[in-house]
T-cell receptor, first 111, second 111 residues
Framework: NAGVTQTPKFRVLKTGQSMTLLCAQD?????MYWYRQDPGMGLRLIHYSVGEGTTAKGEVPDGYNVSRLKKQNFLLGLESAAPSQTSVYFCASSYSGLEQYFGPGTRLTVT | SQKIEQNSEALNIQEGKTATLTCNYTNYSPAYLQWYRQDPGRGPVFLLL?????KEKRKERLKVTFDTTLKQSLFHITASQPADSATYLCALDKSSYKLIFGSGTRLLVRP
């Protein structure tokens, strides 16, 4: 099992550009999450999904969109990147909604 | 609003000693509490989950306590090793399927 994988690992964007981060899990988990982690602020939930075809807003959803067309994939989109979106992004999945399994992260810099 | 506090200062201890990390929370009554380990440049890894009706839980050299009256959890690593050096995050269930994470405490174990 690969667990939770994220693509890409690193990315540099210019302000106003768009991009999509891909998360894939091979554990047949129903729940998937996108977090951002900034120094001193801990992990903050951006969006989450409780099953294929469903998405919901988390704590900091502005400027991001998500889609869960297939159970194993959860995509995070930035429509018009801003420097405030410079962060490390983590995807996680969960079988029961309790313990979460995290991917290795994507380090995004917006200049 | 709900708040989780973990000591932002690193805990520096000698190998073989017991490390004790603290997680305090306010304005909330979680059903369960979790602890994760995060190494630099990697995603968090789930360690332990303790429910509100459990006072203590153990896993190998790890022990977690949960005091719902004090609104506090203690995380202990006995016989600590340099390989235990990492950042440890506590997390509470915000609602169904969602977690709030603390910003973590860095543990350094000196050989």
């Amino acid at each position: 099992n690969a667990g939770v994988t994220q693509t890409p690992k690193f990315r540099v964007l210019k302000t106003g550009q768009s991009m999509t981060l891909l998360c894939a899990q091979d554990m047949n988990h129903e729940y998937m999450y996108w977090y951002r982690q900034d120094p001193g602020m801990g992990l903050r939930l951006i969006h989450y999904s409780v099953g294929e075809g469903t998405t919901a807003k988390g704590e900091v959803p502005d400027g991001y969109n998500v889609s869960r067309l297939k159970k194993q994939n959860f995509l995070l989109g930035l429509e018009s990147a801003a420097p405030s979106q410079t962060s490390v992004y983590f995807c996680a999945s969960s079988y029961s909604g309790l313990e979460q399994y995290f991917g290795p992260g994507t380090r995004l810099t917006v200049t | 609003s709900q708040k989780i506090e973990q000591n932002s200062e690193a805990l520096n201890i000698q190998e073989g000693k017991t490390a004790t990390l603290t997680c305090n929370y306010t304005n909330y009554s979680p059903a369960y509490l979790q602890w994760y380990r995060q190494d630099p440049g990697r995603g968090p890894v789930f360690l332990l989950l303790i429910r509100e009706n459990e006072k203590e839980k153990r896993k190998e050299r790890l022990k977690v306590t949960f005091d719902t009256t004090l609104k506090q959890s203690l995380f202990h690593i006995t016989a600590s090793q340099p390989a235990d050096s990492a950042t440890y995050l506590c997390a509470l269930d915000k609602s169904s399927y969602k977690l709030i994470f603390g910003s973590g405490t860095r543990l350094l174990v000196r050989p």
